[in-house]
């Protein structure tokens, strides 16, 4: 335990360093970029030592697997983020658990979020989620679905969109990436005067363990890293 525990403590270390030079490299403070944790596939000991390390907002993709992780560590202050693809019918359950939703692709989910957000006496952060690749396989709004729906904000009283979030292109070149990065960010720039009063869309949501450099780069505030801080070797 105290070799993973070490293990785990030195690729946060390395990772943040990563997100403070590609954060300099723009002109940013690291501090404007958040780091979630994913939790996808690593068990409670890898979570406890992550945790320990000084890693508190932790991200995870499936509604069940965040349930039983959240109450596994209960004892822990964890802010929890849902950033996987959320079905209506879990929204009950998962609501109560986190701090955040980044992952909301459509006006349906949108309007139980805020129905179930109400009856809970409380309102949710939420980001939206953006296809801006325009893969099928992946979750998420297009682009041209949008700028309609942020029209409609202002009648979701229970819900607060702070951004958006998306994932780069499957395709993994670090070219695409930059491109679906900065893709994201001129959209967001692009519909903000559109956005109901108070919805200012500053979080942007976006990179991985593969390319969250160019997404620090690009504008990102918050990056979602998995493998980079659970391999073995650290880079």
Not at 16 to 31: K, L, T, V, W
Not at 94 to 103: A, G, Q, R, T, Y
Not at 123 to 142: C, F, I, T, Y
């Amino acid at each position: 335990m105290a070799e993973l525990a070490r293990m785990i403590a030195d690729n946060l270390a390395r990772v943040r360093g990563r997100i403070a030079e590609a954060a300099a490299r723009a002109g940013r403070q690291p501090d404007a970029v958040k780091l979630v944790a994913v939790t996808k596939y690593v068990d409670e000991h890898d979570v406890r030592a992550l945790v320990e390390a000084g890693c508190t907002t932790l991200g995870e993709n499936r509604p069940q697997q965040l349930c039983l992780k959240a109450e596994a560590l209960r004892d822990l202050p964890i802010d929890w983020h849902m950033i996987g693809h959320l079905q209506r019918n879990k929204v009950r359950r998962i609501l109560p658990l986190v701090v955040m939703i980044e992952s909301v692709d459509s006006a349906r989910l949108m309007a139980a979020i805020d129905r179930i957000a109400g009856q809970l006496g409380r309102r949710v952060p939420v980001l939206l989620e953006v296809n801006v690749s325009g893969e099928a396989q992946k979750h998420g709004l297009a682009p041209d679905e949008l700028e309609p729906l942020v029209e409609t904000l202002d009648a979701y009283a229970h819900v607060e969109v702070r951004g958006l979030m998306t994932m780069a292109s499957l395709a993994g070149e670090t070219d695409t990436a930059r491109a679906n990065f900065a893709a994201l960010r001129q959209l967001r720039d692009r519909i903000r005067a559109d956005c109901p009063q108070g919805v200012n869309l500053t979080e942007l949501s976006m990179g991985m363990s593969g390319d969250f450099e160019q997404a620090v780069e690009q504008g990102a505030t918050i990056v979602r890293i998995g493998s980079a801080l659970y391999e073995r070797t650290g880079r």
